[in-house]
């Protein structure tokens, strides 16, 4: 059986040559062989359309600004589909995109950004010079995405880095202070072959099958500022008269922050020592995500603490 061309009047199926094949083989409406010629005209038409806006698309996708974009505020698309649409790869990666956008944006506004478990910075010394550890762990970054190191990973010695930029420059000389960051970063997973048919070692491959959602480390000069534990004094003062509920209004009432630049996440500042030893402060520029998990510990520190011996009666 040839290829089929969908029509007002329902399925047209033509043999390769556009002559009308077998109408017994689907109980279907058939087309003289005119018809046969004019459909396979107009789909393949179609197709150009089609690839022509697909590859325009999927260069709107690729631009750097579509990971920000899928964390800004709007109303969320989804796609809705039907029966006999033709579906391609824009139509898939749509529907991709409202489900990220939909996990991005809580994670931006209901926990935000920062450390949710690991990630630790230690000083370490080696036969290769002074560097530092980050242990395994989870963060969050400011667009909302999640940034997972799976195993330890030593940076040693310590430099000007910047893997997310294989352009940017290193520079052995560290400066007096430096403050290590942590990004997200998608990297090509394997290729996958186009069509059913296996191609035969050292043919060429398709495009990338899949992308494997990684991480990339940043070490620039400066230290990075000290998280801010400055408090509302009205919403404090709410607090303090037993007025909950007017204390949060008041804090949720505040603008929505936008998307920043940088998405990056703030793990340590480290300094140089004169000896060239380094000092790690992996706290106080580091956020840390606010998660059931720690609000729950927290509580249980907090409650025997409150009452005399432990007792909670």
Not at 134 to 155: N, Q
């Amino acid at each position: 059986m040839g290829k089929a061309y969908r029509s007002d009047l329902g399925l047209v199926f033509c043999k390769p040559e556009g002559s009308p094949d077998d109408p017994n083989v689907m109980g279907r409406r058939f087309h003289r062989h005119e018809a046969c010629h004019h459909h396979r005209k107009q789909a393949e038409t179609r197709t150009v359309y089609v690839h022509r806006h697909v590859m325009r698309k999927r260069n709107q996708m690729e631009d750097p600004t579509h990971e920000q974009w899928l964390a800004e505020l709007y109303p969320a698309e989804r796609p809705r589909y039907f029966y006999g649409q033709l579906l391609t790869a824009d139509d898939f990666k749509k529907e991709q995109d409202y489900l990220r956008r939909k996990n991005q944006l809580h994670n931006r506004f209901g926990l935000s950004q920062g450390v949710v478990c690991g990630l630790s910075v230690t000083p370490l010394t080696t036969t290769q010079g002074n560097g530092v550890r980050i242990s395994a762990g989870l963060a969050l970054d400011e667009w909302g995405r999640e940034i997972v190191i799976p195993t330890d990973v030593d940076i040693v010695p310590l430099r000007l880095s910047d893997d997310c930029d294989p352009l940017s420059p290193s520079d052995e000389l560290l400066p007096p202070s430096v403050h290590i960051s942590l990004c997200y970063r998608e990297i090509a997973g394997r290729q996958q072959p186009v069509g059913a048919v296996e191609l035969e070692a050292g043919a060429d491959q398709g495009p990338t099958g899949s992308l494997v959602e990684s991480y990339c480390l940043r070490v620039q000069e400066g230290a990075a500022p000290d998280v801010s534990t400055s408090t509302d004094p009205e919403a404090l003062e709410h607090l303090r008269s037993g007025r909950l509920h007017d204390a949060l209004c008041l804090l949720a009432a505040t603008t929505c922050r936008p998307t920043s630049v940088d998405p990056s996440v703030v793990l340590a500042n480290v300094e140089v020592n004169d000896d060239g030893s380094l000092t790690v402060d992996a706290c106080g520029p580091r956020v840390i995500v606010p998660t059931n998990r720690l609000l729950l510990q927290l509580a249980h520190i907090i409650t025997p603490a409150a009452t005399p011996n432990g007792d909670s009666g």
